[in-house]
């Protein structure tokens, strides 16, 4: 019995320093992804408590000093006292998000309650609160109660008792079905701080020291219990202040949890373990504690990668796993400009090997005409002032007078060079995207063989090339679907449980930290494109005011209102090249004129980088420029309004 009763103990001590470390890592997570919302703010209070009260009891429990295990029991307290007051406090905080703010009275209480609870922290060095440390009775060493015990225990119990009530209200707020679940969820967790920090210890001794079995299996259980349910309790607080979906909430928190709690748990489980052994076997371990513990993480840590893509498929994806799985092979899969451009460069160093020739290139064909994109070798095959000209001339003719053809259709010469068009089929049409050359050893064509491995190489680069247009058409619709994704993720977010009053809220666009670059993507765009005809800025309101001018066209009416912000930027008097016309300057021509950011620069004369800077400088002035029209539409909206108020009263 004795040894069981031991190993209860051992247990006990491990669950309890399991506690600190799974509180201490959620107090972390709060503080990390959602401190700017007050109900996370509020149970990172909570959290500290807990953290404060599990390591005091795991460490008074370990030390052999009985001064020093007075000095933790009574460190442990420090948590004790003020969780009656963090609990009312988150209360408060999720009674004002679920729609029932307090108008004065409740946050009031919410004050007197620290208050108290730090009156009672001015008697913790006295004897008052807690006497001295009492040793010889009972399983366990504890603090002796003393009358003000009693006392705090009654503020313990009605102040969580007006807490529970507080949740309660809270709980027939909230609406849909996932709501009322997870606030379940959060009243059955809300017990884990509340059961599990009391020393209840104090009141119970006689019992404990008569049953001393049966305590420590209680105490095993009650640690147990408490862990899970307080995970409980932080799965409910973590989608509070957050505007992800509930997939990236979930394996955020669940891959925090096996890094950390459970990570730093099991080492601490193994390497408590080995020592106890180690002492009852009489066998030296402290060289083997550190490498025990560096392969625990390093076992830990290996097994959550491998298994973490596993678990993400199967608990977090639910039906949208197919389509979820298909994004994340495009993440894995995305073909960069470097990627592109080491595949082009292999392709080309294949191409100089098969034909045994010293260079070759890439060309694409642009708006502004022909473009090296890649070369490999010493020769440069644009030298000379005409060369451009020269080879839109060959692809003006293609197979015309001045091309030599080598005997296959789709290779011809130009120069030193061979040459091969580049071309993509669609719609049933062939468009050509550049050419790809090598160099000409001599003026024999090349064999057979040379010629079918050239065009081979020639088709892999083109559906590589074909391959980036698709993603990059991809990105283009992500960037113009992005700022609707996150103001619906944020309305669902803040939905949760404020329900109606959020949906029937107007947009705050002016407040959205991404308005400069909406401002940026719709001036890109300026003379027309997805960034502009799609653009979040054609929800404001001086946007829809500027339809009735421009014949209900709304990407003429925004075009308008950048032009016009544009405008305000502009310094008085006539159009200069100095510096306080740098900022509209810069926008004149790179998004009036469509002029190219080197051309800008040294018409400006200053360094692209500090264009660049500059450039975003402008940009935040014309956001500021909307800023003021929105709002001065917005003001004019109220008093019209006001106005056929007054008017409709008067008859």
């Known amino acids: 019995m004795d040894a069981l009763i031991t190993g209860l103990r051992t247990l006990n001590q491990l669950l309890t320093a399991g506690i600190a470390i799974t509180a201490f890592s959620l107090l972390l997570y709060a503080l990390t992804f959602n401190l700017q919302d007050r109900v996370a703010r509020s149970f990172a209070i909570i959290l500290l408590c807990v953290v404060v009260v599990a390591v005091g009891d795991a460490i008074g429990s370990n030390t052999d000093s009985l001064a020093e295990m007075e000095l933790w029991l009574r460190f442990q307290w420090l948590g004790i006292i003020f969780l009656p007051a963090a609990y009312v406090h988150f209360s408060d905080a999720l009674l004002a998000t679920t729609g029932r703010p307090s108008r004065g009275r409740r946050r009031r209480m919410v004050r007197l309650v620290y208050l108290f609870s730090f009156a009672f922290l001015l008697t913790l060095p006295t004897l008052w609160l807690v006497g001295p440390l009492v040793q010889d009775v009972g399983p366990a060493p504890h603090l002796q109660r003393t009358w003000l015990t009693w006392v705090f225990a009654a503020f313990y119990v009605l102040v969580i008792g007006w807490a529970g009530v507080n949740f309660w209200r809270s709980y027939q707020r909230t609406v849909t079905s996932t709501s009322r679940r997870r606030m379940r969820y959060l009243l059955t967790g809300a017990l884990a701080p509340a059961l599990g920090s009391y020393p209840f210890l104090l009141f119970g001794s006689g019992f404990a020291t008569q049953h001393p079995f049966f305590f420590w299996l209680a105490a095993s259980l009650s640690n147990l219990l408490v862990s899970v349910l307080l995970i409980l309790m932080a799965y409910s607080v973590a989608f509070f202040g957050v505007a992800w979906p509930d997939r990236v909430v979930k394996r955020r928190l669940f891959k925090w949890l096996m890094r950390g709690p459970v990570t730093a748990s099991t080492v601490l489980a193994v390497t408590t373990i080995v020592r106890r052994a180690s002492e009852a076997l009489g066998v030296r371990y402290d060289s083997a504690i550190p490498v025990l513990m560096v392969a625990t993480v390093l076992i830990m840590e290996h097994l959550i990668t491998l298994i973490a893509p596993l678990w993400e498929r199967w608990l977090f994806h639910g039906g949208d796993r197919a389509n979820l799985q298909l994004i994340q092979n495009l993440e894995e899969r995305l073909l960069t400009s470097g990627d592109l451009r080491e595949f082009l460069e292999s392709v080309l160093a294949a191409i100089c090997d098969r034909l045994q020739v010293s260079s070759a290139f890439f060309v694409g064909l642009g708006p502004e005409g022909p473009e090296m994109l890649l070369t490999v070798g010493n020769k440069n095959p644009f030298e000379g002032e005409n060369a451009h000209v020269d080879l839109l001339k060959v692809v003006s003719h293609n197979g015309g007078a001045g091309v030599k053809r080598a005997g296959y259709e789709q290779l011809f010469t130009w120069k030193d060079y061979w040459l091969v068009p580049l071309s993509e089929n669609g719609n049933g049409e062939a468009k050509l995207m550049g050419f790809l050359g090598a160099a000409r050893n001599s003026l024999d064509s090349p064999d057979k063989e040379q010629v079918e491995a050239l065009l081979l190489l020639a088709h892999r680069a083109v559906l ?186 008067s008859f």
């Open 464 to 649: 590589a090339l074909k391959d980036r247009q698709m993603q990059q058409q991809v990105f283009t619709s992500l960037e113009v679907l992005t700022p609707q994704v996150d103001l619906i993720q944020r309305l669902r977010a803040a939905a949760r449980y404020e329900g109606a009053e959020v949906l029937a809220a107007p947009e705050r666009l002016l407040e959205d930290k991404n308005l400069s670059k909406w401002v940026k993507d719709a001036l890109s765009h300026y003379w027309g494109g997805p960034k502009l005809s799609q653009s979040p800025l054609l929800r404001l309101q001086v946007v829809q005011h500027a339809l009735k001018i421009h014949e209900d066209n709304p990407t003429n009416a925004l075009r308008a209102i950048l032009h016009e912000a544009i405008e305000k930027v502009r310094p008085e008097g006539e159009r200069r090249f100095t510096g306080e016309w740098i900022l509209y300057n810069i926008l004149e021509m790179k998004f009036m004129e469509g002029r190219k950011v080197r051309e800008i620069a040294m018409r400006l004369a200053m360094s692209e980088a500090d264009l660049y800077r500059k450039q975003r400088v402008a940009i935040e002035s014309v956001a500021k420029a909307i800023k003021e029209m929105e709002h001065t539409a917005r003001e004019e909206q109220i008093i019209d309004k006001k106005k056929r108020e007054v008017f409709t009263q």
